[in-house]
């Protein structure tokens, strides 16, 4: 895998090049905007559980919850509009700013998009920390939405465009590392923040102001992508550049190659509409059903809520919190796997496999609780009992870490033509966005009502994406990015919507 990738003829084969220090540099710097997403994902959770927050911001969950020590529904003690509004707000404005995020992408190149998305959560971080009362806090979170969706759109595709085909998969990866990194400092942020008399709530959400700095220095230094440059017009700096991150000067193939799909990408005035022709219908699927199934798995159930869900288990508040640690470590060495093997063994494999073991933690982990808490939602978790479904929910994160978390945003983001991608990456983050949102605003309703049949509701969604993909996903490993479209020509399924005619490098 390391070492370089070997030369051939043109026409959208391997392109002759190595992997050099200043390409994995610029990737691992872009991938810091996953930090933003991570930290967010992490640290809500958290907050949510500590009393102090809850008193003065959601006191009728507070109160709730301290009666239903004294007995009730375990399923129903944090069920409350506007304490999932909270969560969930970020991502409804995620997803409306990925579609003016598409339009600064393609007439300004990612790195203004990325710079444009730290600034913009750096202010939301900043109003959050301070927010005296709910509409404030909401404001802030709003602002953190708008950023993590210029973010969301631009990196992804920044990494897929910068990255040499053989290494594309694991550079891509790093932004998922990078999701799973800002999870795990928040969680261990709010461990340490809970102890604090006094405002730890502030320091929990003031501190998501650090990836937002980050992210928006690293975006000042970045170069920019060949593909963008060409596509601005750019022509001999992009052939610099792309000199540069493939370590050769004989990149022809190559660039001769990005030069078609511009010229082809400038040929469609609309690119909103072009998505939708039957020829980008394998792509548009993708594009949709992937981030659909991501947010479908239920691992916001896990990553939203984590201490709310272990405090239900019955947990204690600091119990709860290191337990939410413990996920996080496991998210972030499960997300290792996936980087050192997706470019090996492709994404199919990692996706069947994480795929089958989510099910069976689904249901072990639905059937326990329900063992436990039954139909009313009373009873409570013996230490041994405990300490086994942490240990199921572990085995879950760890099966998603290194399939549907960092393969639902490198898929999605490698397989658009360079006419659509654009579009078709906003698409991408815009169903993402809009079912996290819905998750983030109705899982507590969700848990209250289903109780433990919410878990094989989730359970029954992984079978059916399983098959989703064992069935209608081609392998994408190793292709060029601007050849990718031959997987859908030579497919069972897709090759019906392919033109007959279409000899195209894209």
Not at 62 to 75: A, D, R, W
């Amino acid at each position: 895998m390391a070492g370089g990738f070997a030369a051939s003829g043109g026409g959208g084969g391997d392109y002759e090049g190595k992997v050099t220090a200043f390409v994995i540099m610029t990737c691992l710097v872009a991938a810091t905007g996953g930090l933003l997403f991570g930290y967010d994902i992490g640290i809500s959770g958290g907050v949510t559980s500590m009393d102090e927050f809850l008193l003065k911001f959601f006191p009728n969950v507070y109160h709730k919850e301290k009666n239903l020590k004294e007995g009730g529904s375990q399923y129903c003690k944090f069920n409350d509009h506007m304490l999932q509004l909270f969560t969930s707000s970020l991502y409804l404005a995620a997803l409306v700013a990925s579609f003016a995020a598409s339009i600064t992408t393609k007439a300004f190149g990612r790195k203004i998009s990325m710079l444009i998305g730290g600034l913009i959560f750096l202010i939301g971080a900043v109003l959050n920390g301070a927010a005296m009362n709910l509409g404030v806090l909401i404001l802030g979170r709003l602002l953190l939405g708008v950023g993590i969706g210029y973010a969301n759109q631009s990196v992804p595709v920044y990494l897929s465009e910068m990255a040499p085909p053989k290494l594309r998969g694991a550079l891509n990866v790093c932004f998922q590392m990078a999701v799973t990194l800002g999870i795990l400092i928040a969680n261990l942020v709010n461990y340490g923040t809970s102890t604090m008399k006094k405002n730890g709530w502030r320091v929990s959400l003031v501190l998501a102001a650090v990836p937002a700095v980050i992210m928006t220095v690293g975006a000042v230094f970045l170069p920019d992508t060949p593909n963008s440059l060409i596509d601005r017009g750019q022509k001999e700096k992009a052939k610099t550049m792309l000199q540069k991150i493939r370590g050769t000067s004989n990149v022809d193939n190559e660039f001769e190659d990005l030069i078609i799909a511009s010229d082809m990408s400038k040929q469609v005035e609309n690119p909103w509409g072009n998505i939708m022709k039957p020829r980008y219908r394998p792509q548009l699927t993708v594009a949709v059903l992937v981030p659909f199934f991501q947010q479908l798995t239920g691992i916001n159930v896990i990553m939203f809520y984590a201490p709310v869900l272990f405090k239900t288990l019955g947990f204690g508040d600091g119990a709860a919190l290191m337990t939410a640690v413990i996920t996080g470590l496991v998210n972030v060495f499960a997300t290792l796997i996936s980087i050192f093997t997706v470019d090996r063994f492709g994404r199919r494999p990692l996706f069947l496999v994480g795929g089958t073991l989510m099910i069976i933690c689904q249901i072990a982990v639905g059937s326990i609780i329900a063992s436990v808490f039954g139909m009313d939602g009373l009873g409570t978790f013996s230490k041994g009992l405990g300490n086994i479904t942490v240990a199921i929910i572990c085995v879950y994160v760890a099966a998603f870490a290194w399939s549907w978390g960092p393969l639902g945003w490198l898929v999605p983001s490698e397989v658009f033509p360079m006419e659509i991608r654009s579009a078709g990456q906003s698409i991408n983050v815009s169903v993402n966005m809009f079912f996290t949102f819905i998750i983030g605003q109705i899982f507590l309703t969700m848990l209250c009502e289903m109780k433990f049949g919410l878990f094989f509701f989730f359970g029954g969604f992984v079978v059916i994406m399983t098959f989703f993909i064992l069935f209608f996903l081609p392998e994408t490993k190793g292709i060029p990015i601007e050849d990718i479209s031959r997987i859908w020509k030579s497919h069972w399924f897709w090759k019906k919507y392919m033109p007959a005619d279409d000899n195209t490098h894209v």
